[in-house]
């Protein structure tokens, strides 16, 4: 399979969206389909398919990355923001299983023997800079360490995730009320300020993180207008007209 071929199955797995899922069947299609190419991606790197050339090992590298971030990244956005139960805790797997797949990348010798051995002589400055840095990343993560200690480490990261995902989980489903202010809301979504009474009580986790990206449902958007427009009024001792 040709690099070429490869940039596109990519750009085609990072086109599909991933964060506004209709059902938990929909998360853990878009996962699996990531996660299935990244693994392919890392058994060519192991197996010394790709040149060890800036267009050969670094590119692919660069795409393997790339698949997981975003994966990663898409699992915590609906992890955080789904109205729907079942869709947080689908995201939640699958941002374990991403977590895991990094981890188990930034561990493997042979990615990054084989990444190591890129000549960058002749490249451009960023990209000297840019495996210069990879491969900082590599031994910060103990790639060069013996078996032992890469199991340890990876078993230490894996604790961390579960421990991250439980404190997450917290915040997103508490319901703790959070007393502040006037001026300590100011910079907070829209929804967060509105839905705070006159004394600065503030039932959070309602909708202020789905806000932030623009995630909410026009019922609610209605609710969050109708509250300010009720603010507003009893603050002015009028109503507010259009």
Same mark, same amino acid.
Do not use: C
């Given at each position: 399979?040709?690099?070429?071929?490869?940039?596109?199955?990519?750009?085609?797995?990072?086109?599909?969206?991933?964060?506004?899922?209709?059902?938990?069947?929909?998360?853990?299609?878009? !996962?699996?389909?990531?996660?299935?190419?990244?693994?392919?991606?890392?058994?060519?790197?192991?197996?010394?398919?790709?040149?060890?050339?800036?267009?050969?090992?670094?590119?692919?590298?660069?795409?393997?990355?790339?698949?997981?971030?975003?994966?990663?990244?898409?699992?915590?956005?609906?992890?955080?923001? !789904?109205?729907?139960?079942?869709?947080?805790?689908?995201?939640?797997?699958?941002?374990?299983?991403?977590?895991?797949?990094?981890?188990?990348?930034?561990?493997?010798?042979?990615?990054?023997?084989?990444?190591?051995?890129?000549?960058?002589?002749?490249?451009?400055?960023?990209?000297?800079?840019?495996?210069?840095?990879?491969?900082?990343?590599?031994?910060?993560?103990?790639?060069?360490?013996?078996?032992?200690?890469?199991?340890?480490?990876?078993?230490?990261?894996?604790?961390?995730?579960?421990?991250?995902?439980?404190?997450?989980?917290?915040?997103?489903?508490?319901?703790?009320?959070?007393?502040?202010?006037?001026?300590?809301?100011?910079?907070?979504?829209?929804?967060?300020?509105?839905?705070?009474?006159?004394?600065?009580?503030?039932?959070?986790?309602?909708?202020?993180?789905?806000?932030?990206?623009?995630?909410?449902?026009?019922?609610?958007?209605?609710?969050? !207008?109708?509250?300010?427009?009720?603010?507003?009024?009893?603050?002015?001792?009028?109503?507010?007209?259009?």
């Amino acid at each position: 399979m040709t690099i070429a071929s490869l940039i596109a199955r990519v750009d085609a797995a990072l086109a599909e969206p991933a964060v506004t899922p209709a059902s938990p069947a929909e998360v853990r299609a878009a !996962a699996e389909r990531r996660l299935a190419l990244a693994g392919e991606l890392r058994a060519r790197l192991e197996a010394g398919e790709e040149s060890a050339t800036v267009d050969g090992a670094l590119r692919v590298y660069d795409l393997l990355v790339q698949l997981l971030d975003a994966g990663w990244a898409d699992a915590v956005a609906v992890a955080d923001t !789904a109205v729907d139960r079942a869709l947080r805790e689908e995201a939640e797997v699958h941002l374990r299983r991403f977590a895991e797949a990094t981890t188990a990348v930034g561990l493997s010798r042979p990615v990054y023997d084989r990444v190591a051995a890129v000549d960058v002589a002749e490249a451009p400055e960023d990209v000297r800079l840019m495996l210069e840095r990879t491969l900082d990343g590599f031994r910060a993560s103990g790639v060069d360490r013996d078996a032992f200690i890469r199991e340890r480490l990876a078993a230490l990261q894996a604790e961390l995730t579960a421990v991250a995902l439980v404190f997450d989980r917290n915040g997103n489903e508490g319901r703790r009320e959070v007393i502040a202010g006037a001026g300590e809301l100011a910079g907070l979504p829209v929804d967060v300020v509105a839905f705070a009474d006159e004394e600065g009580h503030f039932s959070g986790g309602f909708l202020g993180s789905r806000s932030a990206i623009g995630d909410l449902t026009e019922a609610e958007i209605e609710a969050v !207008a109708a509250r300010i427009v009720e603010k507003v009024a009893k603050a002015t001792g009028g109503t507010l007209r259009g």
